[in-house]
């Protein structure tokens, strides 16, 4: 078994593209998917993975990473106008010196507004696993 296939068969976001974990999914096509991060930063915390394992930035073919930005951009508008809150942050980890800690390149979009006590993204969060149901139900684009 080469090494590469070895890496994929223990990765959970390999491992939610082929329905073996459960995820709040809100989006999907042919290239990625985008689901609810189960230990929210805030409330509206998306991420979008390519549906094909690549580590990070460093080996992501152009294609999936084209779409992975156009899609940051319709579901940064949905959070916006469906949770009503004023500003996004785009976020991504590359090495674990950068923090990545899946390896599996990933894009955090994280739904921001004004008073909401998050001061640093590696501080920890300030979100709730409470109503991550009724999120997902509301940034659902297919
Ligand atoms: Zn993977």
Do not use: W
């Amino acid at each position: 078994m080469c090494a590469n296939r070895l890496i994929m068969e223990n990765c959970i976001f390999c491992k939610i593209i082929n329905n073996e974990i459960p995820c709040y999914k809100i989006y999907e096509d042919d290239l990625v998917l985008a689901f609810l991060d189960v230990n929210p930063i805030v409330d509206g915390h998306v991420l979008i993975i390519p549906k094909k394992h690549f580590e990070n930035i460093f080996d992501i073919e152009e294609k999936y990473l084209e779409r992975i930005i156009n899609v940051s951009k319709k579901i940064s508008l949905k959070i916006k106008e469906s949770l009503g809150l004023e500003g996004i942050n785009l976020y991504q980890s590359n090495g674990s010196v950068a923090g990545q800690t899946v390896f599996h390149f990933h894009m955090h979009i994280l739904g921001r507004n004004k008073g909401d006590g998050l001061r640093g993204i590696e501080e920890g969060g300030v979100g709730s696993k409470e109503n991550l149901e009724e999120i997902m139900n509301k940034l659902k684009i297919i």
